[in-house]
């Protein structure tokens, strides 16, 4: 959670959050109730969106499966709905995973979803 003070007033928001739909620890529907219930004013759920460039590679362990992009999409604009008003704003966000062979490809395909979704400006670069 970060706290900002200057140059006004504070404005806590929280934006690299994970549920059990990646490698976090409680629901999805939980942590978003939670951030608005400690007084978070914008709280963004991440969780892991990894496309491994080889098949022998496994990333469902902190990753979510990525046939339920969807899925995962469509419960967090449900919680959107019931829980954004004048003091919270619920952001819908992914951690994605770059991978040199195929980082053309993976962000040609989320550049065509037809909802908005925020993608943090955190970049992972493996090598291998």
């Given at each position: 959670m970060m706290k900002l003070t200057?140059?006004?007033p504070s404005f806590l928001v929280s934006y690299h959050?994970?549920?059990?739909w990646s490698d976090g620890a409680a629901s999805l529907e939980t942590v978003c109730r939670e951030a608005k219930k400690i007084g978070l004013k914008e709280f963004g759920l991440s969780d892991h969106y990894v496309v491994p460039p080889k098949e022998n590679m496994n990333?469902?362990?902190w990753s979510?499966?990525?046939d339920r992009l969807d899925e995962?999409?469509?419960a967090l604009?449900?919680?959107k709905k019931e829980l954004d008003d004048d003091s919270f704003t619920l952001r819908i966000g992914l951690e994605?995973?770059?991978f040199f062979?195929?980082?053309d490809s993976v962000l040609k395909n989320l550049m065509q979803l037809k909802w908005q979704i925020l993608l943090l400006e955190h970049l992972n670069i493996h090598m291998l």
């Open positions: 200057y140059p006004g959050n994970h549920s059990n990333s469902e362990e979510m499966r990525l995962y999409i469509a604009q449900t919680m994605v995973d770059f062979e195929n980082a």
